[in-house]
């Protein structure tokens, strides 16, 4: 079973990024310190877990926020921006900051108790375990003589 991305405003985002060049209206300066920004993940399932791994360069440890709830995973947090400008030569920042929350729905396997996460390198990792199924019970039935 493969976990799915929630991402209620991509295609609202997508519309914000398209709209000048619909009316004709230059964009050379936008307001980055502003936007959120959505970190890129990666998601397998092994026989025994679900890893995910989420390139979170330049957000520190304690501005990470992991959270699951009624079968639903949320990364929070916040990188920290930094402010440039030049204006002679016009200078353009790519680079997003600001606050971020990527939600996933986890199935009814996973052990939300036992979830581990770290972050090393600008890439947070964590491991959900899976709940170890019940294995059947036989229940010998006796015949009344």
Known sequence: MAIQTYRPLS???RLQQEAPSLFNVPSLE???DTEEWSPAVDI???ENEFVIHA????????DIDVTAESGVLTLRGERESRKEEEKDNYKRIERFS???MRRFTLPDTADLDKIAAKTKDGVLDLTIP???KAKP???KVKVDK
């Open 30 to 32: 936008s307001n980055f």
């Open 44 to 46: 397998t399932e092994t």
């Open 137 to 139: 019970k036989l229940i």
């Open 55 to 62: 390139d979170l360069p330049g957000v520190k440890p304690d």
């Open 98 to 100: 600001g606050s971020f």
């Open 130 to 132: 899976k709940i170890e």
């Open 11 to 13: 295609l609202f985002d």
